[in-house]
């Protein structure tokens, strides 16, 4: 049972009313919250939503929701989306570990507020890799996810509300913020500095990444690069030169989602020269090859340049050579043509001088 008090007090040369809330429970005290106002309704309207929210949350337990920390309800919510048919993907399964490093992971799940997420993210913010407002936005839409499903999925006592209630607070300190469509594509020789790089590279006995093949074939199938380490033999048709790349990532799920793609350019040329030591195509760890990409970029000075910034390239040649939105999209895998114009494609104004048509 919750009950309030409010006593008047003369502070100085002004009324205030210290505010106290209470619950019970078997006749002792289990929660204690006090708080000076200086009018009674001010003290009135926050003591009667203290008492609605002890409430409530006396409810979820009667109702046989359970109460625990964020720490388990996240790791609780790790193994259900292992053994579910959309498993968390590495970046959110990287987030959720950074984020129950920090002090809200030891609250009660029903016990975090609003002023709790922005506590972190204030914390996160001046941690030591820094992140940027876009990257605090994920870990807060991470936060929020498993607070949205941790009562229908779980059982827990939890709810997204405060999430919600802190995203004004959020954007007005700058602490979130969406993240900027990139727009790198290769520029100058930038290209063949890469491509001679790794011939050479490749020339080093220790080197067992084909690096130049897969450079290729990024560029002409516009695949992630965890779509090309995946390929595999038995799903190429030779004759109908085309490939079955599995389970593409899709906000649906990415497991059973295949699609054929048809093999441009030198693509078929480069994996028939492919040998044949497994089942995959080019069997490397796709982290090898972003690793080594970064590696490649940092000694020839070519700044801002991601590996996932190839599907981009790869995109936008298409569209420049001709191919409609809707052909390119049969290659990328989006089903969204707004998402592909708009992201994976970037034509630059050279490419329209070159046509130089005359439009008058």
């Given at each position: 049972m919750?009950f ?7 502070r100085g040369d002004?009324t205030?009313?210290s505010?106290s809330?209470?619950q019970?429970?078997k ?5 204690s919250k006090?708080k000076?106002?200086?009018?009674r309704?001010?003290?009135?309207k ?5 008492i ?5 949350d006396?409810t979820?337990?009667?109702a046989g929701?359970?109460e625990?920390t964020?720490?388990e ?6 193994t ?7 498993p968390l993907?590495?970046t959110?399964s990287?987030?959720y570990?950074t984020?129950v490093?920090?002090?809200?992971a030891h609250?009660?799940?029903?016990k975090?507020?609003?002023h ?9 913010k001046?941690?030591?890799s820094k992140?940027?407002p876009?990257?605090i936005s994920?870990d ?5 996810k ?7 999925l779980?059982?827990v006592n939890?709810?997204?509300q405060p999430v919600?209630e802190?995203y ?11 993240s900027?469509t ?5 520029v ?8 001679n790089f790794f011939?050479?590279?490749?020339k080093h006995r220790?080197t067992?990444i084909?690096?130049r093949?897969?450079f290729n074939i990024?560029l002409?199938?516009?695949l ?11 799903d190429?048709n030779t ?7 599995r ?5 649906n ?5 295949h ?5 441009l350019?030198?693509s ?7 040998p044949?030591q497994s089942?995959?195509?080019f069997?490397?760890n796709?982290r090898?090859?972003?690793a080594g990409?970064q590696?490649?970029?940092?000694k ?11 599907r ?8 420049e ?8 999209a ?8 707004k998402i592909l114009?708009?992201?994976?494609t970037h034509?630059t104004?050279?490419?329209l001088?070159k046509?130089?048509?005359?439009i008058?």
């Open positions: 919750a309030y008090s409010i006593n008047k007090r003369l002004r205030v009313y505010t809330v209470k019970k429970n006749g002792k005290i289990v929660f006090s000076t106002f200086t009018s309704a001010a003290a009135l926050w003591a009667r939503a203290l609605s929210q002890l409430e409530a006396e979820n337990m009667i929701y359970r625990i964020f720490y309800l996240v790791k609780e919510y790790e259900y989306k292992a053994k579910s048919n959309k993907r590495r959110a990287f987030a570990r984020i490093k920090y002090p809200i609250l009660l799940a029903s975090i507020k609003s709790d997420i922005v506590e972190y993210c204030m914390a996160r001046e941690s030591v992140p940027g876009a990257t994920i807060v839409s991470l936060i929020r498993v607070l949205r499903v941790g009562k229908s779980l059982g939890c709810s997204q919600v802190a004004q607070a959020l954007y007005d300190l700058k602490l979130i913020a969406r900027k990139r727009k790198r594509r290769l100058g020789n930038e290209y063949d500095l890469l491509l011939e050479q590279k490749e220790s067992v084909p690096y093949d897969i990024s002409s199938t516009c992630r690069i965890s779509e090309v380490t995946s390929l595999r033999w038995r190429l004759s109908a030169c085309k490939i079955m790349v389970d593409r990532k899709n906000p799920g990415s497991e059973g989602n699609t054929e793609i048809p093999l350019g030198d078929l040329r480069i994996i028939l020269a492919q044949r089942e995959f195509i069997p490397v796709p090898s090859v972003t990409f590696r490649a970029c940092k020839l000075g070519i700044a801002d340049l991601r590996y996932h910034d190839l981009r390239e790869g995109a936008t040649r298409l569209v050579l001709g191919y409609t939105v809707e052909e390119v049969t290659v990328t895998g989006h089903k969204d043509l114009w708009q992201v994976y034509i104004p050279e490419h001088l046509k130089n048509i005359n008058v």
